[in-house]
């Protein structure tokens, strides 16, 4: 494909949400369309797909050290089943809550605040010496994992074309299970040894890949689009630019 260079008619929001171009020129969408799978779209699905993982991960992780804070803690079965679903009930409300944020403040900054906010607060419930502190740190930890899977799918279907979405998304839920599997197995081996804490101190190491989404991925230029964001728009699809050298922007 030939390359070309292309100008933003920068036109109002309500116009055509940041969609239209002089003359000669091509669609966010269009960019996107035309482009075949580059590396910048296999790091945005590594990314995703390990943040997929991570989640069900964090998820999960209750379950294989419940039996340990039930020895530790002498706590009766209600109590048992408040700690259990505590994470279930905060991502209800993450789920909600992340939402609008991203849209407010981009697709970025949702996938990495929720990342960084799950993985830490999961390393603080480490640290935690009664049954009422693991309860308030279980849910606050769920409104992050639970922002982070509509966030997550839609930054990867903001970025990826229509021809590979399908298939990459499907990518994305094959993690889920995988992340279930790691807890597993990270329980099996060391829970005996080091005691249940050391679930949760692996549940913070996520939080290392948030200097990656920050420093390598670009905005989703379909929100960035939407926003009317002309210069950060050109940066964030000359990543791809650069790659393949299909399109100056």
Same mark, same amino acid.
């Given at each position: 494909?030939?390359?070309?260079?292309?100008?933003?008619?920068?036109?109002?929001? $309500?116009?055509?949400?940041?969609?239209? #171009?002089?003359? @000669?020129? /091509?669609? !966010? =969408?269009?960019?996107?369309? +035309?482009?075949?799978?580059?590396?910048?779209?296999?790091?945005?699905?590594?990314?995703?797909?390990?943040?997929?993982?991570?989640?069900?991960?964090?998820?999960?992780?209750?379950?294989?050290?419940?039996?340990?804070?039930?020895?530790?803690?002498?706590?009766?079965?209600?109590?048992?089943?408040?700690?259990?679903?505590?994470?279930?009930?905060?991502?209800?409300?993450?789920?909600?809550?992340?939402?609008?944020?991203?849209?407010?403040?981009?697709?970025?900054?949702?996938?990495?605040?929720?990342?960084?906010?799950?993985?830490?607060?999961?390393?603080?419930?480490?640290?935690?010496?009664?049954?009422?502190?693991?309860?308030? $740190?279980?849910?606050?930890?769920?409104? #992050?994992?639970? @922002?982070? /899977?509509? !966030? =997550?799918?839609?930054?990867? +279907?903001?970025?990826?074309?229509?021809?590979?979405?399908?298939?990459?998304?499907?990518?994305?839920?094959?993690?889920?299970?995988?992340?279930?599997?790691?807890?597993?197995?990270?329980?099996?081996?060391?829970?005996?040894?080091?005691?249940?804490?050391?679930?949760?101190?692996?549940?913070?190491?996520?939080?290392?890949?948030?200097?990656?989404?920050?420093?390598?991925?670009?905005?989703?230029?379909?929100?960035?689009?939407?926003?009317?964001?002309?210069?950060?728009?050109?940066?964030?699809?000359?990543?791809?630019?650069?790659?393949?050298?299909?399109?100056?922007?």
């Amino acid at each position: 494909m030939s390359t070309g260079n292309f100008q933003f008619a920068e036109t109002s929001a $309500s116009g055509s949400s940041g969609a239209a #171009f002089k003359q @000669g020129a /091509i669609t !966010v =969408d269009g960019v996107i369309e +035309s482009l075949p799978l580059t590396g910048v779209h296999v790091f945005i699905v590594i990314i995703a797909a390990l943040g997929f993982m991570f989640d069900s991960f964090d998820t999960y992780v209750v379950s294989y050290a419940m039996p340990s804070i039930i020895k530790e803690w002498n706590i009766s079965p209600v109590m048992n089943g408040l700690l259990s679903s505590a994470g279930i009930w905060g991502m209800f409300l993450g789920a909600i809550l992340w939402g609008p944020i991203t849209d407010r403040f981009g697709r970025k900054v949702g996938l990495a605040g929720t990342i960084l906010g799950f993985s830490l607060l999961t390393g603080l419930t480490a640290l935690t010496t009664n049954a009422y502190q693991f309860l308030v $740190s279980r849910f606050v930890t769920g409104m #992050f994992l639970g @922002g982070m /899977i509509p !966030v =997550d799918t839609a930054l990867t +279907s903001e970025y990826i074309s229509t021809k590979y979405r399908g298939r990459f998304t499907s990518v994305l839920t094959v993690f889920w299970p995988v992340g279930m599997l790691v807890a597993a197995l990270i329980s099996l081996n060391f829970v005996t040894v080091y005691g249940w804490r050391v679930l949760f101190v692996v549940g913070a190491l996520p939080a290392l890949i948030t200097a990656l989404i920050f420093s390598k991925m670009p905005e989703s230029p379909r929100w960035l689009a939407a926003m009317v964001e002309w210069k950060k728009l050109k940066v964030s699809c000359n990543c791809w630019a650069r790659e393949r050298r299909i399109y100056t922007i």
